[in-house]
C-alpha cells in the first residue's frame, strides 16, 4: 500500500491579487494545470491564509536545519534504510542509526534530511516522534 500523499503544485497569492488579475492570469494557471497533469500532480490556487497553518510552521522549524552540514555515510545508511522500508517512523529510525549520545545530532540530521528534501513527509501534519519518512522522489 503507498500511503505518500498526493504531489501539488501550489501556487500562492493574495486574494485581492487573485481578484483583480484573474483574467490575466487564466491562462497562466491554465498552463500550470496542464504541467501538473503531466508530472502526474495536482495544481492548486491558495490565497495566502491557505499556508498559515502547520505546513508553514514546520517549514520554519524545518529551515533552521538546511545548512547543517553531516556525514555523508551517515545519510546514505538513513536514506538506505527508508529505501528498503518504503518509509518508517521517525522514532524507528533514530533508535535503529542514532543511538545513545548520538540521539540529539540524530534528530537534526532527520530534520536537515527533511528540510534538504532528500526525505520527505506529510508536511502539514505535526513534525515529531510519529511523523512518517520516506525518501523524496521527484520522478
Given at each position: ?25 487564466k491562462?497562466k ?6 504541467f ?20 508553514l510552521e ?62 520527505d ?14 525518501v523524496?522522489?521527484?520522478?
Amino acid at each position: 500500500m503507498d500511503c505518500k500523499p498526493l504531489q501539488l503544485l501550489v501556487e500562492v497569492k493574495q486574494r485581492s491579487d487573485i481578484r483583480q488579475h484573474w483574467s490575466e492570469w487564466k491562462s497562466k494557471y491554465s498552463q500550470a494545470l496542464h504541467f501538473a497533469k503531466q508530472q502526474g500532480w495536482d495544481f492548486r490556487i491558495h490565497d495566502e491564509s491557505r499556508i498559515r497553518d502547520k505546513s508553514l510552521e514546520n517549514i520554519r522549524l524545518l529551515e533552521r536545519y538546511k545548512r547543517m552540514q553531516f556525514p555523508v555515510e551517515e545519510s546514505r545508511l538513513v536514506l538506505e534504510t527508508l529505501k528498503q522500508m518504503g518509509s518508517a517512523p521517525f522514532h524507528y529510525i533514530i533508535s535503529r542509526h542514532f543511538m545513545g549520545l548520538y540521539k540529539a545530532e540524530g534528530i537534526a540530521h532527520l530534520w536537515h534530511l527533511l528540510a534538504t528534501r532528500q526525505l520527505d513527509c506529510d508536511i502539514s501534519l505535526p513534525l515529531n516522534d510519529l511523523t512518517e519518512l520516506w525518501v523524496a522522489s521527484y520522478d
